[in-house]
């Protein structure tokens, strides 16, 4: 999954978030708790993407150029 992918997951996460608030599902622990470990997963894996995103264009722009 590219960064692009995750962070449009993390914006569905957020949309839901916002609608459990909205709906008063705030009060159920075990649907909240895993909407949050959901939120925590994918912004690692953001972080993650992020980085090897960066170190793959780093080692693109560093190879020698021949021609």
Known sequence: MSAADIRIHLRVLQ???LEAE????????IYMADLES????YQQA??????????????DLSRRQYG
């Open 15 to 17: 949309l839901e978030r």
């Open 22 to 29: 909205s709906t008063g599902l705030t009060n159920n622990r």
């Open 38 to 41: 959901e939120q925590v997963e």
């Open 46 to 59: 953001l972080v993650d993407a992020a980085i090897d995103e960066v170190l793959k264009l780093r080692s």
